[in-house]
């Protein structure tokens, strides 16, 4: 059974740092493209980010770029989402991804967590 499982989700002020994870089970992590989405309250499912299989690829949306870095760890089957400078607009639930296809688009993706909320104050 695949379980994606984020982490790290909270209340920060505008300006301020967070770093989500997600650690993943059930699957040779090392096969798997990762991404980061994130979806409002009534809105679509957002591309942040995606990181290819052995972390030499990242793409990262425009509205994040240069924001935020994302990183993998797979020998411990994890990836990070380092969100700095952190905006009201950056507000949604954040949801890790896995999937076999180095892809922005959220239908390609074969794997997902249940989500961290970020919630930016301003």
């Known amino acids: 059974q695949v379980q994606l499982v984020e982490s790290g989700g909270r209340l920060v002020q505008a300006g301020g740092s967070l770093r989500l994870s997600c650690v993943a089970s059930?699957?040779?992590?090392?096969?798997?493209?990762m991404g980061w989405f994130r979806q409002e309250s009534g809105k679509e499912r957002e591309f942040v980010a995606v990181?290819?299989?052995?972390?030499?690829?990242?793409v990262y949306a425009d509205s994040v770029k240069g924001r935020f870095t994302f990183t993998r760890d797979n020998a411990k089957n994890t990836v990070y989402l380092q969100m700095n400078s952190l905006k009201p607009e950056d507000t949604a639930v954040y949801y890790c991804?896995?999937?076999?296809?180095?892809?922005?688009?959220?239908?390609?993706?074969?794997?997902w967590g249940q989500g961290t909320q970020v919630t930016v104050s301003s």
């Open positions: 059930g699957l040779t992590f090392s096969r798997y493209h």
């Open positions: 990181t290819a299989t052995r972390g030499y690829s990242t």
């Open positions: 991804a896995a999937s076999l296809e180095y892809s922005r688009r959220a239908q390609e993706y074969n794997y």
